[in-house]
């Protein structure tokens, strides 16, 4: 089975606290790397790939978010409802056409929580795809939900080996044996975000303070039914002022390793 209308939930809602003032002042997803909101980026990957509707399930400094689309990108922005707490619109430029849902979903609700308040807003009943606002890839979502379906599974995440923040020392004993502060690969997979996940698995979530990392991810884990695709390709998250600063280098060099080509 493969699906190619899936709606893709953004989790919009997380605190910038490693991120200085910027993540004071606005929700962490509209942070800038370069000239925009690290948010755009993710969503062009998606459209990119031919997936086209959105839930941004916010949070934090929500406001930042629907002023965004509604006030300062207003001239490509129509209006679908007017619903308050769950708000539909239509974004076209030359570059993308995209639907995109602005739902509220708390200030300080737990990750599960977001999906299943933005589910219900919806009156969903089908599978999803999910990601979190930070962090950027260039990972095949077309072969991602392939997988997904192949394994008949009920949770699938995208498996990622991220590089090492620090310097890497090898020890005999007490003693350094190398120290090696360049290859800063660690040889282990992360969850890099980017999920398929089954309808029924959104019962999972008990309430609106669940973290999806936690049980419902730990239910599928013992009954065999998670699975990771794994992606070895570019994979990088927004957490402090480093991230950003790494970005916008990347940026300032012309390169934008997560950019997918366009189907």
Not at 84 to 96: A, G, T, V
Not at 189 to 202: E, P, R, S, T, Y
Not at 220 to 230: G, P, Q, T, V
Not at 251 to 256: A, L, R, V
């Amino acid at each position: 089975m493969y699906r190619q209308n899936m709606k893709t939930f953004i989790l919009c809602g997380g605190f910038g606290t490693r991120l200085d003032y910027e993540g004071k002042l606005k929700a962490k997803p509209m942070i800038k790397i370069g000239s925009k909101p690290i948010l755009i980026y993710i969503i062009e990957n998606f459209v990119f790939q031919g997936f086209n509707e959105f839930v941004f399930c916010l949070g934090h400094k929500s406001e930042t978010i629907t002023n965004y689309f509604l006030k300062e990108k207003k001239n490509y922005v129509k209006v679908l409802n007017k619903n308050k707490d769950n708000l539909k619109f239509q974004f076209k430029n030359k570059k993308f056409n995209f639907i995109g849902n602005l739902v509220y979903t708390g200030s300080n609700t737990g990750t599960g929580g977001r999906i299943k308040i933005a589910y219900k807003s919806l009156k969903l009943n089908e599978d999803i795809m999910m990601t979190y606002g930070d962090g950027l890839s260039n990972v095949n979502i077309k072969n991602l939900i392939k997988f997904h379906y192949k394994n008949k599974s009920s949770v699938t995440l995208t498996a990622v080996k991220p590089k090492h923040r620090y310097g890497i020392i090898k020890l005999k004993k007490n003693k350094i044996d190398k120290f090696d502060n360049k290859n800063k690969s660690i040889d282990v997979f992360i969850n890099g975000g980017f999920f398929v996940i089954d309808k029924l698995a959104i019962n999972k979530i008990k309430n609106n303070n669940s973290y999806w990392e936690e049980e419902p991810l730990s239910y599928y884990l013992k009954k065999k039914e998670l699975f990771a695709f794994k992606h070895k390709g570019f994979w990088k998250s927004l957490d402090t002022m480093k991230d950003k600063n790494d970005f916008d280098n990347l940026i300032k060099k012309n390169k934008k390793p997560w950019i997918v080509k366009r189907n």
